[in-house]
Every structure is written in C-alpha cells, then in structure tokens.
C-alpha cells in the first residue's frame, strides 16, 4: 500500500489504526479517562483511547445523536473495536521488533503526496486537520505508524505470496461470471404472465404500458416491480442479474441492442408473457488474458487476507493480552 493509499479524512482506521487527538469524548469518557481496558505485552490501552477511536470513526449520523444514545453505541461496540485497537498494537510492535523504519523522509513524501493527489495548499491541508481534531505532529505521527505497519504486513504477509496457475484456475471455477469472455448484460425486468385467454392480451398490453409510462415518467423501476412483476426476481426489483450475450432469448437480443445503459424498453412479448426491461449495465467482451489478470489479482487478495488473518492470529497467540473491560 502505497502512501497515496492513505485515506485523507482522517479516519486512519486501516489495519485497526487508531485516533490520539485530544477529541471531546462524551462526559462519562471524562469520568473514567484513565480505565486500563486491556493489555499488550508491555502497553496498555486506556478506555480513553477506545473511545477516541470510535469517535474518529463514527459516522456523521452517529455523531448527531444525543450524548446517551451515542454512548449506548459505543458500549455496544466496545469490544470489537478493542480488538482492532489489539491488533494494531500487536502489528506496530512486531514492526519495531523486527527492527522495520519509517524515516522522516517518507513521512513527508506521503503528506505531499496526499496534499497534491487532493489539490490542497499547506493552509487548506492544516485546516482540514484542525477540522479533524488533529495537529499537523499528531499527524505525522500516526501517518509514520501507518507506514510502519504497511512495511511489515508486506515483509511478512504480501511479499510472501504467489499466486499459482492452479489457483487461478480454481478461482474462475468458482467464479464463472469474472470468467466470461463473451460480453453480456445486467438487467432488471417487469413481466406480465401470458393470459390464458387470448381476448385479455389487449389489456394486458394496456396494463404493461401504463406500467412503462409511468417509469419514463419517473417513477422508481423496482418499485414498481415488486408491485407487478409476475415472476420470483420481483421481490429483488426485478433484478434478473448478468446474462450472457449468447443465453439472450432472441426477442430480448433484438431489443438490448437497440438500448443505452440506464434505458427502459417498451413492451414487448415472447412466448412465456410481456416484458418491459431495463438495461443495468452493457459489459463488453474481454480477452483471455485480462480475465487471467483479473482473476489472479483477485485470488492474490484473497489468498492475502487468508495469510493476513493467520498472520494477526499467529501475534495473538505468541503476545500476552488481557482484556479488562
């Protein structure tokens, strides 16, 4: 992960990263600020620190509760997010242990780079963070253990990775559709069932382009399908998924090809009934060697997090922690 990587906003929860910014925690935070609610080898971790850290990264819905209701979140959220803050301690010391720096030098180059790839200027990039509850040292010195623990997940995790033919092989099995070669489509429907009686066909025609209308017109084309849609995709929306080019029934390939992404189809019948369709998405056909490519750098990050999480195990186990909360 690369510098660039690093998310501005100051939610630097990556690899369970926590806040140290003097936030205002609620009132009861204030109370027990000094509470020792776990302990990492030689470290400890303060409810003060939890709590800052579900501050920073509490969403902005959560941060407009009322104190109380907030507080009864948190509490209910506690020890999940202590086993983030675990894991990050547990990683930044294996980091240190491991003799793993990160100089000056980065430090800065990651802060210009996050300055330039966000067009701001020292003044902009220093308002931002006081916005955050951070100073510019605070900062640099959680953006610094953020390199740290960069350096060694790939030292010890990703470096370490090779991703076979074999397993580029199993993926796709398992994942037909990242598979496909062909091209195709993703497409929502409203279908009318065929009537049985051949004299009700005109009204279910009129029926099917009220129904059209009323979509052209602008109303929301899932609700209107799980209100009359006839088939088992209704309650979805009508969602029919992606189908490939060449598994298009030939009424339907007649119609796609005339339409543009986001577009709503007339009526129109096949055998089984009327469909009006809405193309979702036009996906193009691909070579064998961008699908081999995709498949490798999704198996490679999932073969990651399997390392990853063994990994984060493998600290726990050999670490002494006692959890106090």
């Given at each position: 992960m690369?510098?660039?990587?690093?998310?501005?906003?100051?939610?630097?929860?990556?690899?369970?990263?926590?806040?140290?910014?003097?936030?205002?925690?609620?009132?009861?935070?204030?109370?027990?600020?000094?509470?020792?609610?776990?302990?990492?080898?030689?470290?400890?971790?303060t409810w003060s620190e939890l709590y800052k850290n579900m501050e920073a990264d509490a969403s902005p819905q959560l941060k407009e509760m009322k104190e109380q209701e907030r507080l009864k979140v948190f509490r209910s959220n506690e020890p999940q997010f202590l086993e983030s803050?675990?894991?990050?301690?547990?990683?930044?010391?294996?980091?240190?242990?491991?003799?793993?720096?990160?100089?000056?030098?980065e430090v800065k180059e990651a802060v210009e780079s996050i300055k330039k790839k966000y067009a701001m200027s020292d003044k902009d990039f220093s308002e931002s963070l006081k916005k955050e509850g951070f100073t510019l040292e605070e900062y640099r010195m959680k953006l610094k253990e953020q390199i740290l623990i960069s350096k060694i997940v790939n030292q010890q995790v990703r470096n370490k990775i090779l991703v076979t033919d074999a397993e580029v092989k199993k993926f796709?099995?398992?994942?037909?559709?990242?598979?496909?070669?062909?091209?195709?489509?993703?497409?929502?429907?409203?279908?009318?069932?065929?009537?049985k009686n051949p004299e009700e066909r005109k009204a279910l025609e009129v029926k099917a382009e009220s129904v059209a209308a009323r979509v052209k017109g602008g109303e929301d084309f899932q609700s209107l399908a799980k209100q009359y849609s006839e088939e088992p995709?209704?309650?979805?929306?009508?969602?029919?998924?992606?189908?490939?080019?060449?598994?298009?029934?030939?009424?339907?390939?007649?119609?796609?090809?005339?339409?543009?992404?986001?577009?709503?189809?007339?009526?129109?019948?096949?055998?089984?009934?009327?469909?009006?369709?809405?193309?979702?998405?036009?996906?193009a056909a691909r070579d064998a060697g961008e699908i081999t490519s995709e498949a490798r750098k999704e198996a490679g990050n999932r073969l990651f997090m399997d390392k990853y999480n063994a990994w984060i195990k493998s600290l726990r186990e050999k670490a002494f922690i006692e959890i106090k909360l």
């Open positions: 690369g510098p660039e990587e690093i998310m501005f906003k100051i939610k630097i929860i990556v690899l369970g990263i926590l806040a140290v910014t003097a936030v205002c925690v609620v009132s009861e935070a204030a109370v027990l600020f000094d509470r020792v609610v776990a302990v990492v080898n030689q470290e400890v971790i803050l675990i894991n990050y301690r547990l990683q930044l010391q294996e980091a240190r242990n491991t003799g793993v720096q990160a100089g000056e030098d796709l099995e398992q994942n037909r559709d990242s598979g496909n070669a062909s091209g195709g489509y993703r497409i929502s429907q409203i279908f009318f069932k065929k009537p995709m209704a309650s979805k929306g009508g969602d029919l998924g992606f189908i490939k080019k060449e598994h298009l029934m030939k009424e339907f390939a007649a119609v796609i090809t005339t339409m543009s992404t986001g577009d709503v189809s007339a009526p129109f019948w096949t055998e089984r009934g009327l469909h009006i369709i809405r193309l979702d998405e036009n996906i």
